[in-house]
């Protein structure tokens, strides 16, 4: 899933952006949700606290009550991995950003090939998220971009056949195996269960009498079977 977060106080140039996004998505068969807002205010701090996969911002430099370059500087203090890419009607503020470390992707004139340089970041972006800790799969026509971190386990549903990837945001169904999903993951997930593997890292308590595992967000599931539960540390 990826998450765009876009802020740009002129009506007009935030719906063109937004749909330039979504045709990019749609194009690429990303799986996607946009989020738009006008002013660097609470809504748009509330999405910067959410923990969400694969964040990519589309901050406009200048609206009225504060200026992008400082809202990117206090995401960089509690996010250094999601994608920046700056949008402004001024090219000369383009000195003041290259001397800011914000480890930004692009700056883009939004009067100056806009579409095409914004087509192209996006597709810059996606890189690099894809480059980073996550699992990538297709099923059915939507490419799905999972943070391994975000990940708290993952089990077989018996009803509808499909398998369930539990992360901190998102219960995600999906047509692949269990066995395909585990051959991306690494050494962090143990299985405890013959239909669930638990991100160990996550893990905050395994209560063998009672079967039950919590993880470091107060989630609790009991899939502890007899055979994993003896060979648990």
Do not use: W
């Amino acid at each position: 899933m990826i998450n765009v977060i876009i802020c740009d106080d002129n009506e007009k140039d935030r719906n063109k952006i937004k749909n330039i996004v979504k045709n990019f998505m749609e194009k690429n068969k990303k799986e996607h949700t946009i989020y738009t807002f006008d002013d660097y205010k609470n809504g748009f701090y509330n999405k910067v606290e959410t923990k969400l996969p694969a964040k990519i911002y589309l901050l406009d430099i200048e609206t009225p009550t504060k200026s992008g370059i400082d809202v990117a500087r206090e995401i960089r203090k509690k996010d250094i991995n999601s994608v920046i890419i700056f949008l402004t009607a001024h090219e000369e503020l383009g000195n003041i950003v290259l001397k800011n470390d914000l480890l930004f992707l692009s700056f883009i004139n939004k009067f100056d090939d806009c579409e095409n340089r914004l087509n192209n970041s996006l597709e810059k972006a996606l890189d690099i998220l894809n480059k980073k800790n996550t699992i990538r799969f297709t099923d059915r026509n939507i490419m799905y971009t999972i943070n391994i971190n975000d990940i708290l386990y993952i089990t077989k549903e018996s009803f509808e056949r499909k398998t369930i990837i539990k992360t901190d945001y998102a219960e995600f169904k999906v047509n692949k195996s269990l066995a395909d999903i585990v051959k991306m993951l690494d050494d962090r997930f143990i299985q405890t269960h013959r239909a669930c593997y638990i991100n160990y890292n996550r893990k905050v308590k395994i209560d063998k009498m009672n079967r039950i595992i919590t993880f470091d967000n107060g989630e609790t599931i009991d899939l502890l079977s007899d055979k994993y539960r003896k060979e648990l540390n």
